[in-house]
């Protein structure tokens, strides 16, 4: 991990970042893992979601009822964004900027759904039997719909956070195979 270096990044990692176990469990969580950038799983696969903090105002917007939206940096970017950045996270309604050092694992557990643009977080997510909504291109994406739902259209996403929630069916042969192939 990429260590803090000055006194300035770790105030703002205090400021703008919650313990995981100062989350309001009132609430239901989506889980959206930021990626890192500059990265081919946002670049290339992604290109329509290089402005992740358009991403979340998106997913956010489209949040059902009573849900939040976890935001998580990836751990190779931690101390390399500006604090500008979490500071325009941390201002779209219904997000919480969960601290990077937390367990992704953690994170997912306590979540719904993960929302990912591609990236290793689908599978860990689908491993711990919980649905996936993927936007961008990934090799996962060819598991069945009712286990990692794709779509390319984020006007959609509502209707596709909704299918995920209720339709997901974990089926550990289907995973199996995929993972002997």
């Known amino acids: 991990l990429r260590v803090f270096n000055s006194k300035f990044q770790l105030l703002y990692l205090n400021k703008y970042f919650t313990k995981i176990t100062h989350i309001d469990k009132s609430y239901n969580y989506i889980f959206y893992p930021l990626h890192a950038e500059p990265e081919i799983s946002v670049s290339i696969f992604s290109p329509f979601y290089e ?17 939040k939206l976890i935001v998580k940096e990836h751990p190779r970017n931690i101390g390399r964004r500006k ?3 979490y500071k325009k996270i941390c201002q779209i309604p219904n ?5 990077p ?5 953690k994170v997912i557990l306590l979540s ?16 711990l039997n919980k649905p996936v909504l993927s936007l961008g291109n990934a ?3 060819m598991l069945p719909k009712s286990m990692i739902n794709n779509t390319n259209n984020i006007k ?3 209707k596709e956070i909704k299918f995920c929630l209720t339709n997901f069916k974990y089926d550990e042969k ?3 195979k995929y993972l002997k192939s």
């Open 51 to 67: 402005n992740q903090i358009e991403v979340i105002r998106n997913v956010c917007k489209n949040l059902p009822a009573n849900f």
């Open 83 to 85: 604090s500008g950045y």
């Open 95 to 99: 997000v919480v900027l969960v601290n």
């Open 101 to 105: 050092f937390e367990s992704s694992r």
């Open 112 to 127: 719904k759904l993960s929302i990912v643009l591609s990236g290793f977080i689908a599978f860990e997510t689908i491993m």
């Open 139 to 141: 090799m996962y994406n």
């Open 156 to 158: 959609d996403i509502f």
């Open 174 to 176: 289907i995973i199996y």
